[in-house]
């Protein structure tokens, strides 16, 4: 176990941060929540519901989150499921417009170090 020390869980509006998903878990931690610490170098912090258009999206860019990789642990991700997503990847997908869905409230706040609060409203799935 690390001793490493994780950043506060607040979310985009300073508030406690929500859960992202424990099926599958997620996180940086694998604790089911977008906690990011100064050892998370991709900054894994922006909760989203994955679509098939950002998976494809990713695997072109050589990151497929689709395949299973058992001995990695990791299930493999299909459209609908939530993920805690590098923000620069997120970025990324936005300006080719291919980006997924953003919680809010499950997206951690050191996300905008990286993208801007009102571009991650755009796509917000858990406001009014």
């Not at 642990?73 to 997120?90: I, M, N, Q, S, T």
């Not at 417009?97 to 917000?124: D, G, I, K, S, Y």
Request: aromatic residues 8%.
């Amino acid at each position: 176990m690390s001793d490493e020390q994780m950043d506060e869980s607040l979310n985009v509006f300073g508030e406690p941060l929500d859960d992202c998903s424990r099926n599958p878990l997620t996180g940086f931690f694998r604790d089911g929540c977008c906690n990011t610490s100064q050892q998370d170098a991709g900054s894994h912090t922006v909760c989203v519901e994955l679509s098939a258009e950002f998976l494809e999206f990713s695997r072109l860019r050589g990151n497929d989150l689709s395949t299973a990789r058992p001995e990695l642990g990791f299930p493999g991700l299909k459209p609908g499921d939530r993920w805690c997503l590098c923000a620069a990847r997120w970025l990324e997908a936005y300006e080719a417009n291919a980006a997924p869905r953003v919680w809010l409230t499950r997206t951690h706040q050191r996300a905008l170090e990286v993208t801007p609060l009102n571009v991650l409203r755009e796509f917000a799935i858990d406001l009014n």
